[in-house]
């Protein structure tokens, strides 16, 4: 089977890259060099001529402080693109499994984590523009598989784990908000259950349900971006002090949100697996540091 993953030079992408080794499948990985998904007729040819049968959406606008300034570009690669994508998956019975965000929550209140039928309720461009992604693939009406993730993290790009380990080694002491509270994803970890939803795919008569889903997918625990800070900074062997502050003491364009754990139980009892806690995948991205 011929699978398509876009925005395959960031941090998801690359993890895709890892996972797909030794696949029997063909794996097509591009990004806007290769495929500039904003273009409607080359993302159609493109599928077409290769006969694309699962396209993995890893591309997006993710700077979330930017797209204040630049919410147009945005809607452009986190709505329309999407649009284009799925409406070449429709074409062509192709199945697209797309990656949003927890930030279509964030002006939610409570402290119950967030499950994938609570109503939406985006407070800044990125989490609008990411929102209507997922509605311009539900109108479209292809085959699909929405992943919400959260505060993503990887060996590779820029992320909060490779930002906390450079300051810490470089810096006595430090302030990190501790009022903003969720859990973070390994990207590797969510790239081995987007392999696991590519198998369900293929397989004949899966019992699973494979179109017309959304999942939240996050590893497991509760903490602030403090305690995340504390433990990188642990488990690098550096010495800086760490202290806690409130946001409003790093004034922001954007209201991040304040809670944003992910309710997982349904990808857990779809797939029938265990997701490990942050600090076991933190140590393992790490040691590869």
Not at 132 to 155: D, M, P
Request: proline share 3%; charged share 25%; with cysteine.
């Amino acid at each position: 089977m011929n699978i398509l993953v876009t925005g395959a030079n960031g941090q998801l992408g690359n993890e895709m890259r890892v996972v797909s080794k030794g696949s029997s499948d063909r794996y097509i990985f591009t990004d806007v060099e290769e495929l500039d998904i904003t273009n409607r007729d080359a993302v159609a040819n493109f599928v077409k001529e290769n006969d694309i049968k699962v396209i993995v959406n890893c591309a997006g606008y993710t700077n979330v402080e930017k797209a204040e300034d630049e919410e147009k570009l945005a809607e452009i690669i986190n709505a329309q693109a999407v649009e284009y994508l799925a409406l070449a998956c429709r074409e062509n019975q192709a199945t697209l499994i797309h990656i949003s965000t927890d930030y279509v929550f964030g002006g939610n209140e409570g402290n119950t984590p967030r499950k994938e039928n609570e109503p939406v309720n985006p407070t800044g461009a990125y989490g609008r523009t990411k929102l209507h992604g997922e509605q311009a693939i539900e109108k479209v009406g292809c085959k699909h598989i929405i992943i919400r993730t959260a505060w993503l993290y990887s060996e590779f790009g820029n992320n909060f784990v490779k930002t906390m380990r450079r300051l810490t080694a470089e810096r006595d002491n430090l302030k990190v908000v501790f009022d903003q509270v969720g859990t973070p994803t390994y990207a590797l970890d969510l790239a081995e259950i987007i392999k696991r939803f590519i198998e369900e795919i293929k397989t004949p008569n899966s019992s699973l349900p494979t179109s017309n889903c959304i999942y939240n997918f996050s590893n497991e625990g509760v903490i602030s971006w403090y305690d995340f800070a504390k433990e990188i900074c642990e488990l690098s062997g550096n010495k800086c002090d760490i202290q806690p502050c409130h946001s409003d003491e790093f004034p922001s364009k954007v209201k991040r949100p304040s809670y944003s754990v992910l309710d997982k139980t349904k990808i857990k009892n779809s797939l029938n697996i265990t997701i490990p806690h942050w600090k076991e995948s933190l140590k393992k991205c790490i040691s590869k540091l």
